[in-house]
Structures are given as C-alpha cells and as structure tokens.
C-alpha cells in the first residue's frame, strides 16, 4: 500500500499534491483541489488571540497609606 507523506500511515490511494508534489491521502488533504493539508494549511480552526488593553493601570498606582 503507498505511504501518506502527511501522515505518514499506509492508505488505500494517495493523491499527489499539484504544489508541492507529496503524496496524501484524502484524509490529508483536498483531493478535489489535489493540495495537501501542508499546502492547504492547518489553520481551519483559527487561533484567536485577544489582548485586551486596559488602557493603562494607575489607578491603582497612587494607593498610598497616610
Ligand atoms: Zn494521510
Ligand atoms: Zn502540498
């Protein structure tokens, strides 16, 4: 059986990537489009990063004891 290059596991039919020329199997990318997940990217779910600015910290800066 040919040998997934994305996953590496033995598959029933690789498909060959129109960019990159690696064999995936179509767990491992579009088959349809013949790109690899590498190609395609991973990026299906998106990371979100949030940083919130709190606009500056100082109102608790000038707490000072008398
Ligand atoms: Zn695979
Ligand atoms: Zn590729």
């Not at 040919?2 to 491992?28: Q, Y």
């Not at 991973?42 to 004891?65: F, I, K, R, T, Y």
């Amino acid at each position: 059986m040919p040998i997934c290059e994305i996953c590496g596991m033995e598959a029933v039919e690789v498909f060959d990537c129109s960019r990159c020329n690696a064999k995936f199997c179509k767990e491992c990318g579009n088959i349809k489009d013949k790109l690899c997940y590498d190609c395609l990217g991973w990026n299906s779910e998106q990371l979100e990063v949030d940083w919130e600015d709190e606009g500056g910290a100082d109102s608790w800066v000038d707490d000072e004891p008398h």
